[in-house]
C-alpha cells in the first residue's frame, strides 16, 4: 500500500507540481487542494492523464467549515470536495476546492469531466449554496422549489424558516412561519444515594 501512494504522490506531483496548493498523505488516502480557478483543469487532467487516470468520480459533497471542530474557522468558508477513483491504477484521490466568495460561494462544474457529477453538484447547491457554473441544470434537488435557505450551512436555524401544514378549510398545504418557540434543553441527571453500589 505504502509503495501504490509513493508512486501516486510522485505523479500528481509530477502533473501539477506548484498548481498544487496542498497535498495531504493520511491514514492511507491522499488529499490534494487546488486554486478555484485551476479546479476544471486539474479536474480534467485527472481524468485523461495516463499516469493518473480517475475515470471515475464517487462522491462529490460540499462542506461549510464556519465553525470547523467547534472552533472558529480562519480561511475560506465553503469548500467542495470530490473523490475520485482510477480503475486502470486502482487508487483513489481526494480533490479540495474552497470557493473563492463565502457570500456567493462559487467553483467550476466538472458535470463536462464526469457526468456523474450533475446530481452531486445539485445537492451541494441545494444544501449549501454553492454555485457550479457551467452546469447544465442547477436546481434544487432535495428542497422544495419555494424553500428559502440551504439548510446544511451552520448558520440555518434548526427549525428553519417555515413550516407546512394540512389546511383543512382550504384542503390543500400551506406554508408559514415557523410556530416552534426555541427553547434551550438541559437534561437532568437524577442519582440515587447509593447508585451503583456508591457510599
Known sequence: MTQKLDTLQSA???????????????????????????????????????????????????VDYSDYKNEAWDGLRFCVVTHLLSIT???RVRLKVFAPD??????????EVWSAANWFEREAFD???????????????????????HPMRKDFPVTGHVEM?????????IYQPVTIEPREITPRVVREDKYGGLQ
Open 12 to 62: 500528481l506531483e509530477a502533473a501539477f507540481g506548484d498548481t498544487l496548493k496542498r497535498l495531504v498523505r493520511q491514514r492511507g488516502e491522499i488529499t490534494i487542494s487546488v486554486a478555484a480557478d485551476r479546479y476544471l483543469e486539474v479536474a480534467t487532467r485527472l481524468r485523461d492523464d495516463p499516469t493518473l487516470r480517475f475515470e471515475q468520480l464517487v462522491d462529490l459533497c460540499g
Open 89 to 91: 491504477h486502482n487508487w
Open 102 to 111: 463565502d457570500d456567493l460561494p462559487s467553483v467550476a462544474s466538472v458535470n
Open 127 to 149: 444544501l449549501f449554496g454553492i454555485i457550479f457554473e457551467g452546469h447544465i441544470d442547477l436546481r434544487r434537488l432535495l428542497t422544495d422549489y419555494g424553500f428559502i435557505g
Open 165 to 173: 401544514r394540512y389546511d383543512a378549510e382550504k384542503k390543500r398545504v
